[in-house]
């Protein structure tokens, strides 16, 4: 057996409880920095699931397809190179967003996209504390990508949450994400604007009477190559 073939088995193996949780079919099957592959990672969304890796690790990646195959039937598996086209290993790329689950809650994703699907896998953690930490209290979900970090507030008992965006196809996904799990948020909640200006109208209008929320999520998109480590808006992710 090949190094990588036993290094997937092995990272299959240690998320039997994932593979056993019948609320639970979305999560990272194979992290390469953790696991010693550098520069490869396998994500699952139900049943597709998504090799993403550099370029020159092409045959990396037929290779974890064969093996992924063995360990479960996947319906389809993506090849996701960085800076290059996805293509199907097997099966057909999906032509409309599936819907995965996490902890119980349900996302809609685009298994086909050369970026995020639209869910981040790495932010779970992030999602079980704003679940366990929000009761009561109102958001403000900065940078919302699809807003999957509100739609976890609002499961652990926050009133209400505000996304902001400028997508304006990543608001329309928080708002089918919150559908999707019975949650109260319409188009009023979901705010098409740059960040510093939303914040800026927000410290204008405190003038004349604050507007307070329970917890600021701040989660900005990577620095882009060449930018600025001081970059304003670009900073860590952080909760409030």
Not at 49 to 57: F, Q, R
Not at 65 to 89: D, G, K, N, Q
Not at 93 to 105: K, N, T
Not at 178 to 203: E, I, S
Request: charged share 25%; aromatic share 6%.
């Amino acid at each position: 057996m090949s190094p990588l073939a036993e290094r997937i088995r092995q990272a299959w193996a240690s998320r039997s409880a994932l593979h056993e949780d019948a609320s639970t079919d979305a999560y990272r099957l194979f992290h390469g920095y953790q696991e010693g592959w550098d520069g490869l990672e396998i994500d699952r969304y139900g049943q597709v699931a998504i090799i993403g890796c550099k370029s020159d690790l092409a045959e990396s990646a037929q290779l974890a397809a064969r093996v992924l195959l063995e360990l479960h039937p996947f319906e389809v598996i993506v090849y996701r190179p960085r800076r290059a086209e996805v293509v199907a290993l097997h099966g057909s790329l999906p032509s409309e967003p599936s819907v995965v689950m996490e902890a119980g809650l349900r996302y809609s994703v685009e298994c086909w996209s050369p970026r995020n699907p639209g869910l981040y896998l790495d932010a779970r953690p992030a999602r079980a504390w704003l679940r366990a930490n929000s009761q009561g209290r109102r958001l403000l979900n900065l940078f919302s990508h699809a807003g999957s970090l509100g739609v976890a507030g609002m499961a652990g008992g926050a009133s209400s949450v505000i996304h902001v965006d400028m997508q304006k196809r990543a608001l329309a996904r928080c708002l089918i994400n919150h559908r999707l799990n019975d949650q109260r948020c319409d188009a009023r909640d979901a705010v098409r604007m740059d960040v510093h200006k939303y914040l800026n109208a927000q410290a204008r209008e405190s003038a004349r009477g604050p507007r307070r929320f329970g917890g600021i999520i701040v989660d900005p998109p990577p620095l882009p190559p060449g930018a600025p480590r001081d970059a304003p808006g670009l900073s860590p992710i952080g909760l409030a």
